[in-house]
């Protein structure tokens, strides 16, 4: 089993940034990628932006550009830096990792408010 702990969300005006943090604890050698989700109220949750452990990183088409994720394989733990943050990127974000079997672990989500 992996444990997902999240950090970081908040309210933000239009323009400003946040920095996601989330520590994985557990069976973390099973861990082959690291994300984040997100999902806005009546929406599916849709991929923001994933990286492997080598260090390969994939974004949404709606974020590249302006967040940016991040690993730190000796701490366990995955960052989401997000700039220029728009109303649109609104929503619980949740993290993400998983198992080279495609085992997928969750985190508990974390509200990012995006309003002036």
């Known amino acids: 089993q992996v444990q997902l702990a999240e950090s970081g969300g908040g309210l933000v005006q239009p323009g400003g940034s946040l920095r996601l943090s989330c520590a994985a604890s557990?069976?973390?050698?099973?861990?082959?990628?690291m994300g984040w989700y997100r999902q806005a109220p009546g929406k599916q949750r849709e991929l923001v932006a994933a990286?492997?452990?080598?260090?390969?990183?994939n974004y949404a088409d709606s974020v590249r550009g302006r967040f940016t994720i991040s690993r730190d394989n000796a701490k366990n733990t995955v960052y989401l830096q997000m700039n220029s943050l728009k109303p649109e990127d609104t929503a619980v974000y949740y993290c993400?990792?998983?198992?080279?079997?495609?085992?997928?672990?969750w985190g508990q989500g974390t509200q990012v408010t995006v309003s002036s």
């Open positions: 990286i492997a452990s080598g260090g390969s990183t």
């Open positions: 993400n990792a998983r198992s080279p079997s495609l085992v997928y672990y």
């Open positions: 557990g069976s973390i050698f099973s861990i082959s990628v």
